[in-house]
């Protein structure tokens, strides 16, 4: 989400310069408050886990979050990839902690923990040791995760409601018609919508949802505005 506004500051800024450049200044300041507030995440998952992950998982734990990866690599080596006995052991230890909830566990700290300990060996033992192949499998993932994530399998459902919103607007932002552009700012009224019913609606407990709803509102508000302006404007000219 923080690269989306990120994206769309910068097509904006790119594809109009020299119209409506305050309204595209609010939105570049915007996304830069969203990249700032889900640093204290990015850093705190450098920090327990030795490397930059930026991407969260659904708790905001970059081990739960590896687990999701590790699910998507055993799947794959269901499908021919070869693996030895260490990785055979690792692919039950992996399973088996994905198959169980904390509520199962006498210790809900330990079973975190023993999360913690299966993703980072799972990094260690298979991704750094073949890299071209994982540096594919985190793009595509990476693809999924910009769907929203895979929240429990919705990413298909995700990319359905949302590619079709991004290419809408991408080409209500190329086109030279002012009609257009009045539904380019429908499109991102709608999507900014979308984000914020998915994520405050579906997935409340997301810790990094809370301050950026404020950012969206602010988003919603300034295209609605500008959907006026250009309603007012299509107006005068029928007249």
Not at 11 to 28: A, D, E, G, T
Not at 162 to 174: C, D, E, R, S, Y
Not at 176 to 196: E, N, Q
Not at 204 to 211: D, N
Request: aromatic content about 14%; glycine content about 4%.
């Amino acid at each position: 989400m923080v690269l989306y506004l990120f994206w769309f500051a910068f097509m904006s800024l790119v594809v109009s310069p020299f119209r409506n450049r305050r309204f595209y200044q609010v939105l570049l300041v915007v996304g830069l408050i969203a990249g700032t507030v889900m640093l204290p995440w990015m850093a705190r998952n450098y920090l327990r886990s030795n490397r930059f992950i930026p991407l969260t998982s659904l708790s905001s734990d970059a081990a739960i979050h590896g687990l999701y990866v590790a699910d998507h690599y055993f799947n794959d080596t269901r499908r021919g990839l070869d693996l030895d006995e260490a990785g055979h052991a690792l692919r039950r230890e992996v399973l088996n902690a994905l198959s169980r909830e904390p509520a199962d566990e006498d210790n809900p700290i330990a079973w975190e923990l023993k999360q913690e300990k299966c993703c980072q060996q799972f990094w260690r033992d298979t991704i750094w040791a073949r890299p071209w192949h994982y540096t594919l499998m985190f793009a595509r993932n990476t693809i999924a995760l910009w769907f929203l994530s895979f929240h429990g399998g919705t990413t298909v459902l995700a990319a359905v409601i949302h590619l079709p919103l991004v290419l809408l607007f991408i080409w209500a932002l190329i086109s030279p018609s002012s009609r257009t552009k009045g539904a380019g700012h429908i499109v991102l009224t709608l999507t900014i919508l979308y984000f914020v019913w998915f994520h405050a609606l579906i997935y409340p407990h997301q810790r990094y949802v809370t301050p950026i709803i404020p950012l969206l509102l602010i988003l919603f508000l300034g295209s609605k505005a500008r959907l006026a302006q250009w309603l007012v404007g299509v107006e005068e000219a029928a007249d």
